[in-house]
């Protein structure tokens, strides 16, 4: 009896159950198709690197002796869906059985639960043995508590796996969270390691594409692509990471600077997030260099909360209120994205330094994302959906069980606050407190109003005001609302007028 075993791109898991043993009985099935090359517009860096981690993937399997089918985007027999690949796999190979791993994104799910009618034989899925917590650990924890958020989770979770916590049950350092010891500006000390991710000649790959006509976007030097496709050089960059820039990552965690894209950040989630490396062997690595090596405890907590808190924290609410998360929007923001979200072309230079950061290098970290292109896109009332489509394309990251969350819950609060206690927002002030972007900027950052106000300060003051039916009520924004009502009259009409003004004219920005 010959057993399918299907594996999906973002499960190249070499440590997985399945692979405990080479028995000829299992045909283990890879497939590059435009049912997920298409469904969104992804960037060329996203397409090339998981395509190739596959492939390599595919590789050691064969290496090992297993029994595999890879269909590349340009093969012949690509019916380019899986329905209709599988179908005559199932046939051509006497298939009696299909396996699967869960899938981490919700369409795809109920797509291959929907195998169990569509073909006459047993189809049975099993875990990825990836994350730490199942679908459901998130919604369990929270079911008799009156609010969700990470921080008890992630408290619950460093106490459950024993994670930089003292004999006594009390965490290291004597606190939970140094969150607040994570906002420094960073000025060019110290010394930032240099770009140390490998290099990969991926122009056969590309090819390909570009012979299947497959709609990408972003820049990419195909002979140099910098994303890691294996397993071991996933845990290189694991260890350089560790080596060189855990020790500052606390510290500037959250600067930016137009002169140093990468600054003490470790480019591991794409490695995470195709499942090369495990999250329990990055905590069990960065905790084991804690306690050998002495780090700042601010640096490396910082590190394993975004894993162990924030990134299980993330899925379990992706998967509490999937079917139907995809279509909040609290606001009832209607605003199509600006054309310079494709170019970078605006002169505000914040914005245009992060959108063509992330065109040209399929990044940005996670204050690009959420304090300069999030924070603008909320308080400018950009469509949610179209703000989701378009950070699920253009991030290598970026699969929708974590970015969906990340983007319409904590970047767009298009979910009324299920995910994130207030809108995350700021005027100008904050983007210059945490980079230097707002000192070579056409835009100043101290100005409300005027031919060269920043924006950000103007459409601040005017979210607050027009969505105050929906946000005065939240004790976090007391501060915010206490400020409006005491602004004088003409200049709240001025502010209000000015923003008017930008959201008018959104594309000369």
């Not at 405990?20 to 045909?27: A, F, G, N």
Request: proline share 3%; charged share 25%; glycine share 4%.
């Amino acid at each position: 009896m010959k057993i399918l075993r299907l594996i999906l791109g973002d499960q190249l898991n070499s440590n997985h159950s399945w692979f405990k043993d080479s028995d000829h009985d299992y045909l283990y099935v890879m497939m590059e198709i435009k049912d997920e090359t298409n469904y969104v517009k992804h960037h060329i860096q996203k397409i090339l690197a998981i395509f190739a981690a596959m492939r390599h993937f595919n590789h050691e399997l064969q290496i090992k002796n297993f029994n595999t089918l890879y269909l590349k985007i340009s093969d012949e027999r690509n019916k380019q869906t899986f329905i209709k690949n599988l179908a005559w796999i199932v046939e051509k190979n006497n298939v009696h059985k299909i396996e699967y791993q869960e899938p981490d994104e919700y369409r795809l799910d109920a797509l291959f639960q929907g195998f169990i009618n569509y073909f006459n034989i047993p189809v049975q899925s099993c875990s990825s043995e990836h994350f730490y917590a199942n679908r459901e650990s998130v919604k369990e924890f929270f079911t008799d508590k009156k609010q969700w958020r990470m921080e008890y989770f992630y408290r619950h979770m460093r106490k459950k796996h024993n994670v930089l916590m003292e004999p006594d049950s009390t965490p290291h350092g004597g606190k939970w969270n140094f969150d607040a010891d994570n906002r420094k500006f960073w000025n060019g000390e110290p010394k930032a390691a240099s770009d140390l991710r490998p290099h990969h000649n991926l122009e056969d790959i590309y090819d390909e594409i570009k012979k299947e006509k497959i709609i990408f976007f972003g820049n990419c030097d195909v002979k140099n692509v910098r994303w890691p496709i294996s397993r071991q050089e996933s845990l290189q960059l694991l260890d350089t990471f560790i080596a060189t820039n855990l020790v500052y990552f606390g510290d500037y965690q959250d600067a930016m600077h137009d002169q140093n894209w990468f600054l003490f950040h470790s480019f591991l989630s794409f490695a995470l997030n195709t499942k090369m490396i495990s999250p329990m062997e990055v905590v069990d690595k960065v905790q084991a260099a804690y306690q050998e090596k002495d780090l700042p405890i601010a640096s490396v907590e910082g590190f394993i909360r975004q894993i162990l808190g924030w990134r299980e924290y993330i899925r379990g609410i992706y998967w509490s209120f999937m079917p139907g998360y995809e279509s909040n929007n609290f606001f009832s923001h209607r605003r199509p994205l600006p054309d310079w979200f494709w170019s970078g072309e605006t002169r505000m230079n914040c914005l245009a330094t992060a959108i063509k950061q992330s065109l040209d290098q399929s990044y940005a970290h996670h204050i690009q994302r959420l304090m300069v292109v999030g924070n603008f896109a909320l308080l400018a009332g950009l469509k949610p959906e179209e703000v989701h489509h378009w950070y699920l394309g253009i991030y290598i990251d970026a699969f929708e069980w974590v970015e969906l969350p990340n983007t319409l819950g904590m970047s767009q609060y298009a979910d009324g606050g299920q995910l994130a206690s207030k809108p995350y927002v700021s005027s100008a002030s904050y983007i210059n407190k945490m980079s230097n972007y707002c000192k070579s900027c056409h835009y100043d950052f101290k100005k409300r109003v005027g031919d060269n106000a920043c924006p950000f300060n103007s459409l601040y003051w005017n979210f607050f005001a027009t969505h105050q039916d929906k946000l005065a009520k939240n004790q976090r924004l007391g501060i915010v609302y206490n400020q409006l009502k005491k602004m004088d009259t003409k200049q709240k009409q001025q502010l209000m007028e000015q923003s008017q003004i930008f959201l008018k004219n959104i594309n000369a920005i």
